[in-house]
C-alpha cells in the first residue's frame, strides 16, 4: 500500500542550527501538508502546498520556516535556526485532491520526524 | 479562527459499553469531518469522515454531523481494550485541516 515516507526519524540538533526534514508523499498525491506535534499536544498545522507553491500557512509558519519541493519526489521543511521550542514531532501528510464530493479529502500521515533541539 | 474544540478527557469505558466522543468547530465554512486515531508517539490514522447532516456508520463506528449546531460525534460500539488511544476530530476547509486537541479514551477490560 502507497505511503508517505519521512526522514530523518529522530534528529538531534543544537540550538541555533538549520535543520532539513524531508517527506516523499504518495506518488499521485497533488496536496502536501506539514503539521507539528509538541509532547503531550495537539497536532498543529504549520503549512499546504500545492502546485508548487504554499497555499496556506498558520501563524506558526513564520520566517523561520521554509518549504519547498525540490524534485518530483520530495516534499521538505527547513527550519532555520532552530529554538527549544521547536522541538516536537513534524509530520508529513498528502492528499489525492482538493475536497470534491466523492472524494474523502482525506489525509495520508507519514510516521513522523521528532526534532529534540538541545 | 479555525477553532475546533474536543474534551480532552481522558474517557474510561468499561469493555464492550458504547464511548461516545464529541467535538465542535467554529468555521462554519468547514466542508468535511474526520475522526483520526492516534496511538501514543505513533501517527493519525483515519478512522471515519462524514460531510453530510446525519448519522454515517462503518462497522463499530457512527459518525454523527450537525452543521446547524456545528458539532460531530463519534460512536464506539462493543468497545475493545485496543480502541484504547487519543481520538482526534478534524475539520477541513478546502485545504486546511485543522485538529482537536484529542479526547484520550481507555477501555478497560
Known amino acids: 500500500e502507497p505511503e508517505v515516507t519521512q526522514t530523518p526519524s529522530h534528529q538531534v540538533t543544537q540550538m541555533g542550527q538549520e535543520v532539513i526534514l524531508r517527506c516523499v508523499p504518495i506518488s499521485n498525491h497533488l496536496y502536501f501538508y506539514w503539521y507539528r506535534q509538541i509532547l503531550g499536544q495537539k497536532v498543529e498545522f504549520l503549512v499546504s502546498f500545492y502546485n508548487n507553491e504554499i497555499s496556506e500557512k498558520s501563524e506558526i509558519f513564520d520566517d523561520q520556516f521554509s518549504v519547498e519541493r525540490p524534485d518530483g519526489s520530495n516534499f521538505t521543511l527547513k527550519i532555520r535556526s532552530t529554538k527549544l521550542e521547536d522541538s516536537a514531532m513534524y509530520f508529513c501528510a498528502s492528499s489525492e485532491s482538493r475536497f470534491e464530493r466523492g472524494y474523502t479529502g482525506e489525509l495520508f500521515f507519514g510516521e513522523g520526524s521528532r526534532l529534540t533541539v538541545l | 479562527q479555525k477553532e475546533v474544540e474536543q474534551n480532552s478527557g481522558p474517557l474510561s469505558v468499561p469493555e464492550g459499553a458504547i464511548a461516545s466522543l464529541n467535538c465542535t468547530y467554529s468555521d462554519r465554512g468547514s466542508q468535511s469531518f474526520f475522526w483520526y486515531r492516534q496511538y501514543s508517539g505513533k501517527s493519525p490514522e483515519l478512522i471515519m469522515f462524514?460531510?453530510?447532516?446525519g448519522d454515517k456508520e462503518d462497522g463499530r463506528f457512527t459518525a454523527q454531523l450537525n452543521k446547524a449546531s456545528q458539532y460531530v460525534s463519534l460512536l464506539i460500539r462493543d468497545s475493545q481494550p485496543s480502541d484504547s488511544a487519543t481520538y482526534l476530530c478534524a475539520v477541513k476547509v478546502i485545504n486546511d485541516m485543522r485538529f482537536g486537541a484529542g479526547t484520550r479514551l481507555t477501555v478497560k477490560p
Open positions: 462524514i460531510y453530510s447532516n
